[in-house]
């Protein structure tokens, strides 16, 4: 069939090579392909059996060089949400080419209707690998494949933590990758102790940094109390006498959290200055700042 010899034109393209990276319990890497080859399959046959051909376009697969495949087809994402999809156990039951579908069921191209994008998540997260990202805007269905560990730690450490639901999982990626979240997602994630913080500036909660032993990294996005930062300009003050703005913002840049861009870190380093000068603890005259006599 030209639809199968057209696949496998496709695949052979993909050059797919090796990534090595080493587990906690072994000293000897593991290697593997970038992208699982069932993922390339799953992915590329579900384009071309809910592509909707109507529209004329075609079907795009792209390989970057930062290690990411995208594949991408024209024509409404029908059950709506990816989440819906990964929540349900029951298949879908309207289809866009439903002689087509089940044309490629019978030819083992594409999993049991329903369960395929749901096994692909699991296979990234046994990968340790970032989950897919989806993009279902302008009557397109895009899906992103990273094939690289972007945080080895924190991947492998949330994907074994056996309380956390593949839901859940699916939504702490996304606020790693600080991508966005619906309300209802972004309650459910509060309700159930997994984030803090306020949007956009969300990060893990200290119980899950505690379970995944990345307390370190909690601190590093949440940052430190008010106090701490306000204590160091008092001590370089004491010490130095006097600073300019650009001395404050070299000493309290790298310390403050990692979550803020550089413009909500320098509006927090005039907020800290304009705090401290209201309570009589530090002075400016000019372009210095420095303690009252």
């Known amino acids: 069939m030209p639809l199968l010899l057209a696949v496998e034109q496709v695949y052979a393209k993909i050059r797919n090579l090796k990534y090595r990276y080493i587990r906690d319990d072994t000293l000897f890497p593991d290697e593997v392909d970038q992208y699982d080859p069932y993922i390339i399959r799953e ?129 702490l990626d996304k606020i790693q990758k600080a991508q966005p979240l619906e309300k209802p997602d972004l309650a459910l994630l509060r309700k159930n102790g997994l984030i803090e913080g306020r949007k956009p500036n969300l990060h893990i909660s200290s119980s899950v940094a505690k379970q995944a032993n990345l307390q370190k990294d909690y601190i590093e996005m949440r940052g430190l109390d008010d106090k701490y930062y306000q204590s160091l300009v008092v001590e370089y003050l004491k010490r130095f006498k006097q600073a300019k703005r650009s001395d404050i913002e070299e000493l309290l840049l790298d310390k403050l959290p990692k979550i803020l861009d550089e413009e909500q870190k320098q509006h927090k380093i005039k907020n800290l200055l304009q705090k401290l000068r209201k309570q009589g603890v530090i002075q400016v005259d000019g372009k210095n700042w420095s303690i009252p006599k």
């Open 43 to 171: 992915a590329l046959h579900n384009c071309i059996a809910h592509q909707d051909y109507t529209l004329g376009g075609g079907i795009i697969v792209v390989e970057t060089e930062d290690a990411t495949l995208a594949f991408l087809n024209s024509g409404e994402f029908i059950p709506k949400s990816v989440q819906h999809v990964i929540d349900s156990d029951t298949p879908e039951q309207r289809y866009r080419n439903r002689f087509l579908v089940d044309a490629m069921v019978n030819l083992k191209m594409i999993d049991t209707i329903g369960s395929g994008i749901k096994r692909i998540f699991r296979i990234q997260r046994e990968r340790f690998f970032p989950l897919p990202d989806y993009d279902l805007s302008n009557n397109k269905v895009k899906v992103k494949i990273t094939g690289k560990v972007l945080d080895q730690r924190y991947a492998r450490k949330l994907a074994q933590m056996p309380n956390l639901s593949l839901h859940e999982i699916i939504l």
